[in-house]
């Protein structure tokens, strides 16, 4: 007999997805904020049964390839909260240009699914089947405005680049099996823990399945897609790309890496350490000459990502959930980050250039001071939540006795402060190009105060966030 | 007890925060009210604490109120240690606090700063009774500090005046470098004891004694004693000897009532409380005492010989109470800390009696501060002329007034003392007392006697002060006069200050001197035979007298006669000139250097601008790999997995 209820949250969402796409088909233009509404409640809906059917300790289920336990409960919370912080940004802008189709909060709804299975798998099988149904969804809203020819080209690289990956993890995945017989996360650690377990064989496997997480995360030298992609992609969706899936990462290299390759630790952590440094390097130094505020983002986000990895490198169970800690916060601050953008675009014009942000302080101190906020959270400023962050994992290289490379992380986070000062330079000490006051609607702008604002109280705060990533993992 | 001791530190504070925060809401009436009576409840609970100590014999208080923090060992606390010592010193705080709120009123009445300046008076007076109360090093600390900071901020108090901006600033700075010493004795202590606590600290005098620091290379020095000349530099800075005296006749550019309430009264004798407070670990170290004995010696002498030449009646106020100050660490370096708390005591009422019967005269006179525009105010200012002159005489120690037992004692104690360097002490004492006469009736003698050398319309307008200036006077007047009289056998010879204080047999001058005391009446009779002080003191108001009402030719003509050691007074002995020229001007200098080589050049300029140029450049060339083509992207991916592939083969 199976057991459903772990699973209930993944049915019910892929039930509501079915009702939300027939209804929308026969919805006329104007009635589309039915669509919108009935979205956010199939988000209500799926985090009222996550939470419903939490558990504590791990069960798995549909014979050993799913499983819910604490960790993924709280990973899916936070990608509900972070799809519905993309729906909420990005009404508006989707109205004013003529985006708004059904279609986005579909595909949206369905890369959450992806999400959702891909943290919940238990077999290397699970595991692919969730990353090809959030890479699919993700690969359409890239093209979703027609319109657009560098949309179109951006998606087309992402759906080569990503198809390779697949390929390539496909490929790892399929040498392990021949290796352990066995797709199945729990088994394969037993049996790659045996004396003759990590072979040749297996190693060439892994490397495989590192190239594939590397692809995921966006790490150097697998996140050429990055740039062109957060840059080419209608904003909304860089919103997308840049939040939710990276706890999709985070779990694919937590379930593989971790749980399945765990004993390979020694073998993994070097492939990792030259990945982290070349991420912060190329991520920090890159993104200093960018002039386009989603390209500065892309590369941004390179190098948070390095600092993620930190947390894997170090390995212990402190670490891993100093990785955690960090990636839920990137997830909140890159939320609010794509959000200011999404906030100061009106119809016509996209906020995406540095110099769009010059004297915003002339124009709304408020949000100003918000994305003051942002960048100094991912700058690393105390006591913003991105410092605790930072401290975190750092502080979990230090306890693996990996000094050095602690001493070159922080080295790095000084670089990129340039970038992300550079932005407040731009809004406090410069006049403004632009006059025109801020479009948005009430709703978004309480939204985006109150996740600004988070980054501040959980920075001050931080205990809570902690203890939770220290229980769950 | 302890809401009481919370309630005298805390009603200051609370005045001060009111008059300071809500000043434009509460008005000037309201802000002078609001800390006027914050004081006072502040005065009226330390009488009682005085009577619950002295008459009542209480036991000595000495607990924590609150915990700071706790950092390994140590813990950081704020905590009250209340014995004769402190009980004697809240009230002499609060009451001289008191008549110089009282007396502000009518001096700053027509001041815009009102408000604020009631607000700092007041928490002048929380800091400095926080510093008084403290049971521990920390939060002595933290007074001292507190002291400081207000006195900066009084002494520019009238900040659009270059003059006092420059004052303030180097108070600020001279007080620093005492500071830092201070410092850096409470470093030494804790290093060695690990404890900020007082009863801690002291219970381990003697081991701190036998435990050696290797100071310069090869030298070996006794721990007690390089931490307490540390913690009298400290006391140096703020008590203002030689040669960190510089900063105090120029803090006389703050308003009166500050000169009286701080650079008099009040917390120019944080050096001296600190010193007495610390008497257990002193007393175990010789050298330390020498030294605080000998810089006091050369203070009380050579700054009291300053006074002489100054012009300006405030300023001669200032170097008398820098001479007196001298007297009050001669006194601790000879053991006798009981005599310079005493001195401290009497001082504090004479002294704020002179001052703010400068102050009055200053008003008068509508802020004429230069005595040879004076002279004759006898008849217009009967009341300030008469406090002045019980402030004058109790200050050259007429028989019978508080100077005068607490003075000779002093020297007394310093003629006993066996200490090295004692015989100069006494030498400098002695003939201090005779610059002390000179100077001071000069002061009178220009002021309030002699010829009229006002201009007319000052004249005309010329009226004694109104009574809220004039009631502080009489208030000070009193204990001027009669406090030494009742207090000396008590507070001297007999065992007021046995819990506070810790002497020695083989230092214990007081003890000497106490075995010929048979009463303050005998002690005055006595003083007439067996003393040159009195003789002294009368030789110099005669030598006053004659200069300057008999023959007042004489003075200039001295001066041209011996016009080396004049210029040398007039400027000071050149301190002032070492240290703008050499110290400062070496110091800005080595900055200027620093700051075009090490700063511009290689910090800016290659360091900082470098890295960035060279990030910058980095990141351009960098920026080129991303082309935009798609098998780029893809052959980027290729080469890391085969490396990634070859790195695992490789390594093994």
């Known amino acids: ?473 | 007890m302890e809401s009481i001791y919370l309630g005298i530190v805390i009603a200051p504070l609370a005045a001060a925060i009111v008059a300071g925060l809500f000043g434009r809401t509460i008005g000037r009436a309201g802000a002078h009210w609001v800390t006027i009576v914050g004081v006072a409840i502040s005065f009226a609970l330390s009488l009682v604490v005085l009577k619950d100590i002295v008459i009542d014999g209480a036991a000595v208080f000495n607990g924590t109120v609150y915990q700071w923090a706790v950092i390994g060992d140590i813990r950081m606390e704020i905590g009250f240690l209340v014995d004769h010592l402190t009980a004697l010193m809240i009230t002499v705080v609060n009451f001289v606090s008191l008549a110089v709120h009282v007396y502000t009123i009518g001096y700053m009445r027509d001041d815009p700063g009102y408000q604020r300046f009631f607000s700092y008076i007041s928490l002048f007076t929380f800091a400095m009774l926080m510093l008084v109360m403290s049971n521990n090093f920390l939060q002595l600390f933290f007074g001292w500090e507190a002291v400081g900071v207000v006195s900066y901020l009084l002494i520019g108090f009238w900040f659009k005046r270059p003059t006092a901006i420059f004052a303030n600033l180097k108070a600020f700075l001279v007080n620093r470098v005492g500071d830092f010493g201070f410092l850096l004795g409470i470093a030494a202590i804790v290093l060695h004891t690990g404890s900020l606590d007082y009863a801690t600290v002291f219970g381990r005098a003697e081991l701190l004694d036998a435990e050696s620091i290797e100071v310069l290379a090869g030298r070996q020095w006794s721990v007690l004693t390089v931490a307490c000349i540390c913690l009298f530099i400290g006391a140096m800075g703020k008590s203002a000897q030689v040669p960190l005296h510089v900063w105090l006749p120029d803090s006389m550019e703050g308003p009166t009532p500050i000169s009286a309430l701080i650079h008099a009264a009040t917390m120019v004798t944080a050096g001296i409380f600190m010193v007495a407070r610390m008497s257990p670990l002193f007393e175990y170290s010789e050298a330390a005492l020498s030294v605080v004995l000998i810089i006091g010696a050369t203070t009380a002498f050579l700054t009291g010989l300053l006074g002489i030449v100054q012009n300006d009646i405030k300023r001669v106020v200032a170097y008398s109470t820098l001479s007196q100050l001298g007297y009050m660490t001669v006194a601790l370096g000879a053991s006798a800390y009981a005599a310079g708390i005493f001195h401290l005591m009497t001082h504090a009422f004479f002294k704020a009696l002179l001052f703010l019967a400068a102050g009055s005269v200053i008003i008068a006179l509508h802020h004429e501060q230069d005595m040879r525009r004076m002279g004759g105010l006898r008849k217009y200012m009967p009341i300030t002329y008469w406090t002045a002159l019980i402030g004058t005489l109790a200050l050259v120690g007429f028989p019978g007034m508080s100077g005068f037992f607490s003075k000779d004692a002093l020297i007394e104690a310093v003629h006993a003392s066996t200490t090295f360097g004692a015989g100069f002490a006494y030498w400098c004492v002695l003939l201090g007392v005779f610059v002390t006469a000179l100077y001071s009736f000069r002061l009178l003698f220009l002021v309030f006697h002699g010829e009229e050398r006002l201009d007319s319309e000052a004249r005309a307008h010329l009226h004694e002060s109104p009574a809220v200036v004039w009631a502080p006077l009489v208030a000070l007047a009193v204990p001027s006069v009669f406090i030494g009289w009742f207090t000396i056998e008590p507070l001297l010879f007999g065992e007021f200050f046995a819990d506070s204080m810790l002497v020695l047999e083989e230092h214990d001058v007081l003890h000497e001197v106490g075995e010929e005391f048979e009463g303050s009446a005998a002690f005055v009779l006595h003083a007439f035979t067996a003393s040159a002080a009195i003789w002294l003191a009368l030789a110099g108001a005669i030598v006053a007298w004659v200069l300057y009402l008999l023959r007042p030719e004489l003075p200039g003509r001295i001066a041209r006669r011996f016009a080396p050691a004049h210029r040398l007074l007039v400027n000071k002995y050149y301190f002032d000139w070492f240290n703008e020229n050499v110290l400062a001007g070496a110091t800005r200098g080595l900055g200027r250097l620093l700051w075009s080589v090490g700063d511009r050049t290689v910090i800016d300029g290659a360091i900082v601008n470098g890295s960035a140029r060279g990030v910058a450049a980095l990141s351009a060339i960098v920026r080129r790999v991303q082309s935009g083509y798609l098998y780029h992207y893809a052959f980027a991916m290729v080469i890391g997995l085969a490396a990634l592939i070859g790195w695992l083969i490789l390594r093994g």
């Open chain 1, 1 to 473: 007999m199976i057991d459903y209820y772990p699973a209930a949250a993944e049915i019910f969402l892929a039930t509501a997805i079915c009702v939300v796409l027939l209804v929308d088909v026969f919805l006329r233009d104007e009635q589309r904020m039915i669509t919108y509404w009935l979205s956010l409640a199939a988000l209500l809906g799926t985090a009222a049964c996550s939470a419903l059917f939490f558990v504590d300790e791990p069960v798995t289920t549909f014979f050993g390839s799913f499983v819910a336990d604490a960790a993924s409960g709280v990973l899916k919370l936070v990608a509900y909260v972070a799809v519905a912080l993309v729906f909420v940004y990005s009404r508006d802008y989707l109205a004013r240009r003529n985006l708004f189709k059904g279609e986005f909060f579909i595909l949206g709804l369905f890369g959450l699914l992806g999400i959702m299975v891909m943290v919940s798998a238990h077999s290397l099988l699970t595991i692919y089947l969730g990353l090809e149904l959030l890479s699919l969804s993700l690969y359409a809203l890239v093209a979703f405005n027609r319109e657009s020819a560098t949309a179109a080209e951006s998606a087309m690289k992402f759906f080569v680049l990503g198809a390779i990956a697949s390929g390539t993890l496909l490929y790892g995945i399929s040498l392990l099996y021949g290796v352990t017989g066995t797709l199945e996360i729990g088994t394969l650690a037993e049996r790659l823990s045996g004396p003759d377990g990590m072979g040749i064989p297996a190693l060439v496997g892994l490397a495989f399945i590192v190239v594939g997480v590397a692809f995921k995360f966006g790490a150097v030298p697998f996140h050429m897609w990055v740039p062109d992609v957060y840059q080419g992609a209608p904003t909304p969706v860089t919103l997308y790309i840049g939040s939710a899936p990276k706890i999709a990462a985070f779990a694919l290299a937590w379930r593989v890496l971790v749980e399945g390759l765990g004993d390979a630790h020694a073998s993994w952590q070097g492939m990792l350490i030259v990945l982290s440094i070349l991420s912060l390097a190329i991520g920090n130094i890159v993104a200093i000459a960018q002039t386009n505020l989603k390209r500065m983002l892309a590369y941004s986000t390179i190098s948070h990502v390095g600092f993620i990895l930190m947390g894997f490198i170090a390995g212990s169970d402190d670490a891993l959930s100093a990785a955690l800690f960090y990636t839920v916060s990137y997830v909140i601050m890159a939320a609010a980050a794509f959000g200011m953008i999404l906030l100061l675009s009106r119809e016509g014009f996209e906020a995406e250039q540095l110099e769009d942000f010059k004297g915003l302080n002339a124009r709304s101190p408020w949000f100003a001071f918000v994305m003051l906020m942002i960048m100094f959270s991912m700058a690393g400023v105390p006591p913003f939540i991105g410092f605790y962050a930072k401290l975190l994992v750092l502080g979990s290289l230090i306890d693996a006795g990996l000094v050095w490379f602690a001493v070159l992380g922080v080295l790095m986070a000084v670089v990129g402060a340039f970038y992300y000062l550079r932005v407040v330079w731009y809004m406090y000490f410069d006049d403004p190009l632009d006059e025109a006051p801020i479009a948005a609607p009430g709703g978004m702008r309480v939204v985006l105060s109150v996740n600004g604002l988070g980054l501040l109280v959980l920075g001050v705060f931080p205990g809570y966030l902690l203890e939770l990533c220290m229980r769950v993992l």
